[in-house]
């Protein structure tokens, strides 16, 4: 048995990404675990049907309970929140509330998902990719920018001693909606004579299909999609083509697939698409887990500059921890000085023992 481990940013996102993989793997034995960053507090209603006062007014609640509902239907064996409020899209006034993620320190976050990974003791890590040009979601990018730092601190005891021992998570996923899925179900509908949800707009999205490299057969768990997704009734419209437009079983003749991105391996290589895919996400997985790992610290300065490049704040944690890593190199440097003239001292005592001891033997 190996166990997965998948981070969203909202509850519903389980749903609509990856949940029939997470479904397939759970039917083969395997375990899977979500966390969910935030409590979707600002998610407005989607379903007609459900826009009424008493819901709106207990919307944490409310969903709260939709997630329970849609991780039974997937199969998670637990669902752990990271406990952030959720922010808006881009220039939304919720991004100022200082519970929310977007506000979040980027090192206390990451603290928070390590504690978790140590936990749990994932083998695979799946989380969202680190180009997110398609759909740009202040908490989608920061999920992200969280999960790769945890990718890199988790296994290494030197971060966050107080959060557990040190875990090494094996395979790093980032979920994708590929171009090549839609454009299927874009036939499929036209096929079958029905109206298809997916306009030009769709497919001037940018996609990152060259980038697949990892391909999972889910035939058989639309469903698992489809009721993970009726789950979280104020946030899905039943009747919305876009989700339910096809019938699972004809979804599932069009493209019968999820797609991944495997961006890194510690136990195995990564395939380079195209032709070169992986169909298994545990493949290589050592099931007894690896070793804790040290990182060096400017390897941990490179990995900040990498995931912030974009993002608020990032010119000065990358400046921070370069000066953090300068700092130790400095300190590793005054170190072996300091045992050099520890050593230079011994040897030269050393030296003047053996005078003296010569000039008592030659009296
Ligand atoms: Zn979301």
């Known amino acids: 048995m190996a166990r997965l481990l998948t981070i969203h940013a909202h509850p519903d996102d389980e749903a609509s990404k990856g949940a029939p993989t997470c479904g397939r793997y759970v039917s083969e034995g395997h375990e899977a675990v979500l966390v969910c960053a935030t409590g979707g507090e600002e998610g407005d209603i989607q379903n007609p049907a459900m826009d009424r006062p008493e819901i709106k007014e207990n919307m944490a609640a409310v969903r709260a309970d939709e997630l329970a ?3 039974e239907a997937i199969g998670f064996s637990d669902c752990i929140m990271l406990g952030y409020r959720d922010s808006g899209m881009e220039a939304d006034p919720a991004n100022a509330n ?11 976050a990451t603290e928070r ?3 978790i990974i140590r936990r749990v003791r994932p083998h695979i890590l799946m989380t969202y990719g680190d180009d997110q040009q398609g759909y740009r979601h202040p908490d989608h990018l920061r ?6 730092l945890a990718w890199q601190r988790a296994g290494d005891p030197a971060w966050y001693p107080e959060a557990g021992e040190p875990w090494v998570p094996q395979k790093l996923y980032y979920s994708t909606w590929s171009r090549a899925r839609l454009a299927a179900h874009h036939a499929k509908f036209q096929e079958l004579g029905k109206d298809s949800p997916y306009n030009d707009r769709w497919f001037e999205r940018p996609d990152q299909d060259h980038r697949i490299n990892a391909k999972v057969d889910v035939t058989g768990f639309y469903g698992v999609r489809r009721a993970a997704l009726l789950a979280h009734a104020t946030q899905v419209d039943p009747n919305e083509k876009f989700w339910f437009g096809l019938d699972d079983a004809d979804a599932e003749a ?4 999820e797609d991944f991105i495997l961006a890194e391996s510690r136990v ?3 395939p380079a698409g195209g032709e070169d895919l992986e169909h298994d996400l545990f493949h290589d997985v050592v099931e007894a887990g690896l070793e804790p790992v040290a990182e060096d610290p400017a ?4 990995a900040i500059a990498t995931v912030q490049t974009d993002h608020q704040n990032a010119a000065d944690k990358a400046a921070e921890a370069a000066a953090r890593a300068a700092e130790l190199a400095e300190a590793a440097r005054a170190s072996a000085e300091r045992m050099s ?17 010569a000039a008592g033997d030659a009296a």
């Open 69 to 71: 509902a849609s991780v």
């Open 98 to 108: 200082p519970e929310c993620f977007w506000q979040a320190d980027l090192d206390e």
């Open 113 to 115: 998902f390590v504690a």
């Open 143 to 148: 999920v992200h920018d969280i999960s790769y």
């Open 254 to 257: 069009a493209y019968p697939y």
């Open 268 to 270: 195995g290589r990564v």
């Open 299 to 302: 390897a941990s300065a490179r």
């Open 341 to 357: 003239d520890a050593a230079a001292t011994a040897a030269a005592r050393a030296s003047d023992n053996t005078v003296e001891t």
